[in-house]
């Protein structure tokens, strides 16, 4: 019998979590995995006695579902999504509706629509936001890929997903092809910025003021509860304030200092790279990552080369509000970096987004939620063709306002030999953002230099090349000018 509202294939956390959040919300969900041990497992235990149909291979599920049937795959992103799809469309009618709820790259949300659709089937790509608690209680949801799809799944995807106060869904469609699997990549970016800003507070508090763990915990209370209210840092508050079972030390201290990643921060950065876009603090925290991971080689490393000796003499606690400008401002930039990004690929890709949207869809229920992001709906909802949140009047007095503190705790870091990549690099791109001059002049003079590739002049109109022949050897043949 026809009758269930949308089956999900992959019983994994979040495909449970996911599940269990449908039923709870009125809707009817019929579920399968590979390994049919784990339907079982769950029928007879999370879902017993739950509005939930275990199936024990795809045409049953297929053919339980209403139509147009909604067949969600939460898997591995990668082959086992196509793998999957291929398994499902023998089974599907024209007007189905295949979604993949996983963290796939967005290149592949793009072909995936454009194969799909050309079945005569239709396609989501969506990224879910929140980690387990999130797809349990309320995620955030980011929709794209075959518009027609959406009026279907838009009940399910805005009853489930998170809600900011006014009861408004962390939960709009974003675009079309590869656009919410985009948008997810730049969350989890950002992510990643956020995730090692808040690392390199800690890190200056610990070696430069010579805090411990238990006396940082009072810190981040207190941060939670001003601007920088956000998920990373309750996190970090909880994290500081966890005792390790077995030694009685702060959990934290007995964590070793190497740290994993899953791809979503390279892919925002090779998409930067890609699209022109200055995006440098994501990148830095993807490399900050891969330093932590050459372990044994830093250790060996630290035997044999000096720095200095970390010192201070101030008042701790007014280093320590230093210290929380810095993250508010550095914030800001990495933020502004993502929306620059989201704005260089919605013309690339074709892509109506809305910036306002994006920001009320980050606002609950996924990782980086936080408070300050409706201040970036507000400025998005008052300018919509905004260039970059800098230019924002609140953002601009922010910035103007905790960039001197934001200097001296950088000054301060590099000065006792603490590395600081993220916070760094937010800085260097607001003074380069800031700057109308840079000193690209003398890097464009040695590319002509070394291989003709010529330059424009400061008394010339735009768009007109020259080429100097420095050496009174070379001709006057100049290499082709182009901007990969």
Not at 66 to 75: F, G, N, Y
Not at 224 to 240: A, H, K, P, Q
Not at 284 to 300: C, L, P, Q
Not at 324 to 352: F, N, P, T, V
Request: charged share 25%.
């Amino acid at each position: 019998m026809s009758n269930y509202d949308i089956g999900l294939i992959g019983l994994a956390v979040m495909g449970e979590n996911l599940v269990l959040n449908m039923e709870d919300h009125g809707f009817s969900v019929a579920v399968f995995n590979r390994t049919t041990s784990k339907v079982d497992n769950f029928i007879q235990g999370r879902a017993k006695d739950k509005n939930i149909k275990g199936c024990y291979s795809i045409e049953e599920l297929v053919q339980i579902l209403k139509r147009p049937r909604k067949v969600m795959l939460l898997v591995k992103a990668g082959k086992p999504v196509d793998d999957f799809i291929e398994m499902i469309m023998p089974y599907l009618e024209k007007g189905d509706i295949i979604i993949d709820g996983g963290n796939s790259h967005f290149p592949d949300s793009i072909r995936r629509t454009k194969y799909i659709e050309e079945k005569g089937f239709l396609f989501i790509g969506t990224g879910v936001s929140g980690g387990e608690e999130g797809a349990l209680k309320g995620p955030s949801i980011m929709p794209g890929g075959s518009k027609e799809a959406w009026s279907h799944v838009e009940p399910i995807f805005k009853s489930i997903a998170a809600k900011v106060a006014d009861g408004a869904p962390c939960c709009e469609w974003v675009g079309n092809d590869g656009a919410g699997h985009f948008v997810k990549m730049v969350h989890n970016g950002i992510e990643y910025g956020d995730m090692q800003m808040i690392c390199e507070s800690y890190w200056i508090m610990k070696n430069v003021l010579g805090m411990t763990t238990e006396e940082m915990e009072p810190v981040f209370i207190e941060w939670n509860e001003g601007e920088l209210d956000s998920y990373l840092i309750e996190i970090t508050r909880d994290i500081m304030g966890k005792k390790d079972d077995e030694t009685g030390k702060a959990m934290l201290d007995v964590i070793l200092d190497t740290a994993g990643q899953k791809g979503t921060g390279k892919w925002t950065s090779q998409a930067a790279l890609d699209l022109g876009i200055p995006a440098q603090t994501v990148a830095e925290a993807v490399f900050a990552r891969t330093m932590s991971a050459i372990k044994d080689e830093r250790v060996f490393a630290s035997k044999s080369l000096n720095g200095p000796q970390p010192t201070f003499s101030g008042d701790k606690k007014e280093f320590v509000a230093k210290i929380q400008r810095a993250l508010y401002a550095s914030k800001i930039c990495s933020y502004a970096q993502g929306y620059q990004l989201m704005h260089a690929a919605a013309e690339e890709y074709k892509w109506d987004l809305n910036y306002g949207d994006i920001a009320l869809m980050w606002r609950e229920g996924c990782i980086i939620r936080a408070q300050f992001l409706g201040k970036i709906k507000e400025a998005f909802d008052k300018n919509p063709e905004l260039q970059n949140l800098l230019l924002d009047d609140y953002f601009k007095e922010v910035i103007e306002n905790n960039q001197n503190a934001w200097r001296e705790v950088v000054a301060s870091a590099v000065t006792n030999g603490i590395p600081v990549p993220a916070f760094s690099s937010a800085l260097a791109y607001y003074d380069g953002y800031r700057s109308a001059v840079l000193p690209a002049n003398l890097l464009q003079a040695q590319r002509d230099y070394f291989g003709a590739h010529t330059y424009e002049r400061v008394d010339k109109p735009r768009g007109e090349f020259f080429h100097t022949n420095w050496t009174g050897r070379g001709g006057t043949t100049a290499s082709t000018t182009y901007t990969v």
